[in-house]
């Protein structure tokens, strides 16, 4: 298995930056496509994006296609989230997630993070 430690939430400006960044154990790292969701109070689970193995392919949602971009760095075991020009309604939980196999970007994550609030004002 993998552990996952999200880190870099915090609060931030209406139309400011935050890059998040989701350590993983052991060596296998370079073996897991990877996910970032997001899932704020009283709603659903929300896929955000994904990057395949390798870092060869990525898919981010709509919501926030052109601000967002996945990225990964297997020689530190690390997945990262860059958020830009950040909207109130990106305010959420963000998880990372790990898939040894997807039949899509969005489903088939065998192993979970803890979180990280992200907080967005106004």
């Known amino acids: 298995q993998v552990q996952l430690v999200e880190s870099g939430g915090g609060l931030v400006q209406a139309g400011g930056s935050l890059r998040l960044s989701c350590a993983a154990s052991?060596?296998?790292?370079?073996?897991?496509?990877m996910g970032w969701f997001r899932q704020a109070p009283g709603k659903e689970r929300e896929f955000v994006a994904a990057?395949?193995?390798?870092?060869?392919?990525?898919y981010s949602a709509d919501s926030v296609k052109g601000r967002f971009t996945i990225s990964r760095d297997d020689a530190k075991n690390t997945l990262y989230l860059q958020m830009n020009s950040l909207k109130p309604e990106d305010t959420a939980v963000y998880y990372c997630?790990?898939?040894?196999?997807?039949?899509?970007?969005?489903?088939?994550?065998?192993?979970w993070g803890q979180g990280t609030q992200v907080t967005v004002s106004s």
């Open positions: 052991g060596r296998t790292f370079k073996n897991y496509a």
């Open positions: 990057i395949s193995k390798g870092g060869g392919f990525t």
């Open positions: 997630a790990a898939a040894i196999f997807t039949t899509t970007v969005s489903d088939g994550y065998n192993y």
